[in-house]
Antibody
Framework: QVQLVQSGAEVKKPGASVKVSCKAS????????IIWVRQAPGQGLEWLGWISPSSGNTNYAQEVQARFTMTTDTSTSTAYLELRSLRSDDTAVFYC??????????WGQGTLVTVSS | NSFLTQPHSVSESPGKTVSISCTRS????????VQWYQQRPGSSPTTVIYEDNQRPSGVPDRFSGSIDSSSNSASLTITGLNTEDEADYYCQSFDGNNQVFGGGTKLTVL
């Protein structure tokens, strides 16, 4: 069965960096895109961007493209989201999800990133 | 202004029918497929409708989706409400550059 398993919760200080991982299993990793979504506490879903594991092509939301980087490692079927220059308003749960056509059909369990001094 | 606007909350009684709207602010709602995601408290989102009106396997046929060009909106309709349907619901579509989620609607079944 398709599974996306994300790395554990992180606590970081403002200005630091963090890298969240999303390990896929149960399907051919390179055949489906991966998106990343942010959900601030008590807020809605915010699309951050998309990456193609087969090509490495990316498309970022304008608000995050300067500080966030998406990568993949096809040898381990893992997608990564690196966040730099963290701010307190980056505190959120970050989700990865598989893209099947127009549908985000399988989601990871989420990773809470807390930014606090 | 939000690209996809949803009501903040809706409520209805068990056994009744509820519809949640998602209004597109620019461009035609029919230009890009609309998906709907359900998110229960403490859980990841799951798809209930994709490509405007398609149900993933395992989603009950009580859930249906539609689009209305006259109001430039999409709707998620849930019939025979039960307490398990209580959740946040998000519409999602493409704005020409990026994927966009609506602000979400909290459904209360009381």
């Amino acid at each position: 069965q398709v599974q996306l398993v994300q790395s554990g919760a992180e606590v970081k200080k403002p200005g630091a960096s963090v890298k969240v991982s999303c390990k896929a299993s149960g399907y051919t990793f390179s055949s489906y895109g991966i998106i990343w979504v942010r959900q601030a506490p008590g807020q809605g879903l915010e699309w951050l961007g998309w990456i193609s594991p087969s090509s490495g092509n990316t498309n970022y939301a304008q608000e995050v493209q300067a500080r966030f980087t998406m990568t993949t490692d096809t040898s381990t079927s893992t997608a990564y989201l690196e966040l730099r220059s963290l701010r307190s308003d980056d505190t959120a749960v970050f989700y990865c999800a598989r893209v099947d056509g127009y549908n985000f059909d399988h989601w990871g369990q989420g990773t809470l990133v807390t930014v606090s001094s | 202004n939000s690209f996809l606007t949803q009501p903040h909350s809706v409520s209805e009684s068990p056994g009744k029918t509820v519809s949640i709207s998602c209004t597109r602010s620019s461009g035609s709602i029919a230009s890009n497929y609309v998906q709907w995601y359900q998110q229960r408290p403490g859980s990841s989102p799951t798809t209930v409708i994709y490509e405007d009106n398609q149900r993933p396997s395992g989603v009950p046929d009580r859930f249906s989706g539609s689009i209305d060009s006259s109001s430039n909106s999409a709707s998620l309709t849930i019939t025979g409400l039960n307490t398990e349907d209580e959740a946040d619901y998000y519409c999602q579509s493409f704005d020409g550059n990026n994927q966009v989620f609506g602000g979400g609607t909290k459904l209360t079944v009381l």
